[in-house]
């Protein structure tokens, strides 16, 4: 059934080396549209490479990024950076949290709508002149972004610096931002870190919703299990830079290869000469 | 019982207190010797040195006695200490546009207020030169967060280019300011390709460098520059066509000869000072409205994380580019009018000292504080020649030497007492609760 529509986004072969060190191996996965894609893997799996490589702030070493969107292909391995924002259409956010901080709430999300406001200034000269067709779009901008300050309930704090709003907020904010790009493709690195039981509740519903409104992808690197096991359709397991299972939330669970890489080897045979005679000696 | 408390601690840190001011003085002594107790004195063509210990040694005591009896008041009453210096009164919207109305009114009266002289006026000639030296690099500096130390590279293009165009081509100030304007933002991206990739302390020093080079250009040109002799006989800008010479050249008016004046240097100078007092009006209005424009919002986006604005899609090297270019060119016409106020340009006027006046305003006034680089231009322009009126007081006469020393101080002052410029306040670029209560 997976197979039947196209996929958003079909990575090929991904393969990503710092000199001597393999961080992500031929790695192949899909992720579709209005579907929650996780990606989990043990510290160090490779899961936030794959995001830079998404993005652009890697260059992969081997592989092919297809982005499937209904007008048009993008290979977001030939792409610069802020390209694959502007063009192709991905959002993402950072694990340790990249807002503005010093700029408020409300220019944060504005900030966010800049190639659309750029245009309508007329690249700046048209603003300088204030034509109408600018202030429109800059009334038009700011009602998005209040549209988002009310889903995420930062409405009240819309003027106030978004380095002060506590960390939950933050990260509220942080993925209003990236949506306020007008994404085909939202990649959250990590968004319920540090967030409570309460918080990472709201987040769900806020996921959630932004699937089914927008019908947009999303994929997600995440090491709360209530979180990914909650909302995610499909899971994909990394570990050591390959991808050891790719299936629904509940076969993921099940899957000895992906017990092992979490909870380690189980005893067996293969134990060191010295510890099993050390072990027999006791025994 | 409070009180005997108070004065237990008192009693405690007495050896303490004796100790740090022992410590203050031994640092003045050090200081103190090659600054106070050695002076070098011309003597029949040669250099002999004086000794002054008895001078050295009053300051010593009095840096000892003053260290000793701030640290007894703050032992005394330590809940002075809370207060932590001085605030300005919080500056709202509505204050700040009184404040920078009555600025306006003041700056338009000066050449008429009765105090007002011709050194005044020049002296508030040179100070509006660096607020909108300040207003430019605030651009670069203050809203892009790009550190900048080679800005006077731009200051020197404008200036060079109105004078090789008055030499040359005969041009008239006010069709090259424009021109130097552009070629000093051509020079801004120029300089700003290469620097990209840079951040930072890296920035700087490549900024840096370029000044020195277009400094080293101008020193050695000698065919176009002149060189270190410079360029003489920059024509001033006329008012309507009409010059502020004693004789017309033929087909034209003076000024003096149109309203009846008799020749003298007054209305050539407050005319200046009316130019360089709208060019810099022009640049703040220019500079505002950009912050509020989405390129505005990206530079400050940018200052604080490029990273976050690469994954929003704006474009960091058109967007450090175009702020390199717009500083460049408000230093461009900064420049143009230098040349034309000066008459004549050298090499010497573009060193890096002025670069790093104009950083220091910036970064003294407030990143990023409009109003603030005014404060500072002032402070930094008008201190150091409030310490050479008191050269010539007899008693004060000495500090009037050390009055790099007076400017140094104020720095250390401000920095100690507002760390984050003399205005610290940024005012947010879109306000949603108050754009909607204006709905």
Redesign the interface.
């Known amino acids: 059934m997976r197979d039947a529509k196209p996929p958003l986004l079909e990575v090929q072969h991904l393969t990503m080396r710092f000199g001597g060190l393999v961080a992500i191996d031929d790695l192949s996965f899909r992720a579709m549209p209005r579907e929650i894609t996780a990606i989990i893997g043990p510290n160090g799996a490779g899961k936030t490479t794959v995001f830079n490589c998404l993005t652009g702030f890697y260059r992969a070493s081997v592989g092919r990024l297809h982005l499937h969107r209904p007008d048009g292909d993008f290979y977001l391995e030939q792409m610069d950076g802020f390209r694959i924002a502007r063009e192709a259409g991905i959002a993402r956010t950072f694990q340790n949290i990249r807002l503005f901080a010093g700029m408020t709430v409300l220019e944060n999300l504005v900030v966010a709508q800049h190639n659309r406001l750029m245009r309508a200034s007329l690249y700046t000269v048209g603003g300088l002149v204030g034509l109408p067709g600018y202030r429109r779009a800059e009334d038009a901008a700011v009602a998005k972004a209040r549209q988002w300050l009310e889903r995420i309930d930062l409405v009240k704090r819309a003027d106030e610096p978004a380095g002060s709003l506590p960390y939950g907020a933050q990260r509220r904010l942080e993925i209003a931002r990236a949506m306020c790009t007008e994404p085909v493709l939202l990649c959250l690195d990590e968004p319920a870190a540090g967030l409570n039981a309460r918080e990472s509740g709201e987040l769900n519903e806020l996921l959630r919703a932004i699937r089914d409104e927008y019908g947009i992808g999303v994929l997600l690197i995440e090491h709360d299990m209530t979180v990914v096991m909650g909302i995610s359709d499909h899971v994909i397991v990394l570990d050591y830079g390959r991808k050891i299972a790719d299936d629904t939330p509940e076969a993921v669970r099940a899957d000895p290869a992906v017990i092992k890489a979490y909870l380690g080897e189980e005893e067996s045979e293969e134990l060191p000469l010295e510890v099993t005679s050390d072990r027999e000696r006791k025994a | 019982m409070p009180g005997d408390a108070r004065h237990r601690n008192a009693q405690i840190a007495w050896i303490g207190l004796l100790k740090d001011a022992a410590l203050a003085a031994g640092v003045t002594l050090i200081l103190a010797i090659p600054l106070v107790g050695l002076q070098a004195k011309e003597v029949n063509g040669g250099l002999t040195i004086n000794t002054r210990f008895d001078v050295m040694a009053i300051a010593v005591a009095t840096v000892f006695c003053l260290r000793f009896l701030f640290n007894l008041l703050r032992a005394l009453w330590p809940a002075r200490r809370s207060g932590a210096g001085w605030h300005l009164p919080a500056l709202d919207r509505r204050r700040l546009a009184i404040v920078a109305l009555l600025a306006v009114v003041f700056a338009v009266a000066l050449p008429f207020l009765p105090f007002s002289s011709r050194y005044i006026i020049s002296l508030a000639t040179s100070v509006l030169i660096y607020v909108m030296l300040g207003w430019g690099l605030n651009v670069v500096v203050g809203l892009a967060g790009l550190l900048d130390l080679g800005y006077v590279a731009f200051y020197a293009v404008g200036a060079y280019l109105f004078a090789l165009s008055a030499q040359w081509l005969h041009l008239n100030f006010w069709y090259a300011l424009p021109i130097g304007g552009v070629l000093a933002a051509s020079c801004g991206v120029l300089l700003g390709f290469p620097v990209l990739r840079l951040r930072g302390d890296y920035l700087a020093i490549v900024t840096l460098g370029f000044g020195e080079i277009i400094h080293i250009v101008l020193q050695n040109w000698v065919p176009v520059t002149g060189g270190p002799v410079g360029l003489a006989g920059i024509p001033a800008p006329t008012f309507l066509g009409m010059p502020f010479s004693r004789t017309a050249p033929p087909g034209t008016t003076t000024f003096y000869d149109y309203f009846g004046l008799d020749f003298s240097p007054e209305p050539r100078m407050i005319f200046l000072y009316y130019v360089i007092l709208v060019l810099a009006l022009i640049t703040n209005a220019?500079t505002l409205?950009?912050r509020k424009?989405?390129?505005g919002?990206?530079w400050?986006?940018l200052?604080?994380?490029e990273?976050?604005?690469?994954?929003?899609?704006?474009?960091?090297t058109t967007t450090k580019l175009?702020a390199f270019a717009i500083g460049a060119m408000l230093g461009g016409f900064a420049g143009c009018f230098f040349a034309t106020k000066q008459n004549f340009i050298s090499p010497e006027s573009f060193t890096f000292i002025e670069s790093a006046i104009v950083l220091a305003i910036v970064v003294l006034g407030g990143m990023g504080s409009q109003l603030g680089v005014v404060l500072a231009a002032i402070v930094l322009v008008t201190l150091p020649e409030i310490g050479r009126q008191f050269a010539s007081v007899p008693i004060i006469g000495q500090l009037g030497e050390l009055r790099m020393l007076l400017f140094g101080a104020a720095m250390v002052a401000i920095m100690v007492w507002r760390p984050r410029g003399l205005i610290a306040h940024?005012e947010?670029?879109?306000?949603?609760?108050?754009?909607e209560r204006a709905a």
């Open positions: 220019f409205r950009l424009l989405p390129i919002r990206a400050e986006a200052r604080e994380d990273i976050a604005c690469r994954a929003l899609g704006i474009n960091p175009s940024r947010p670029s879109l306000h949603l609760h108050r754009r």
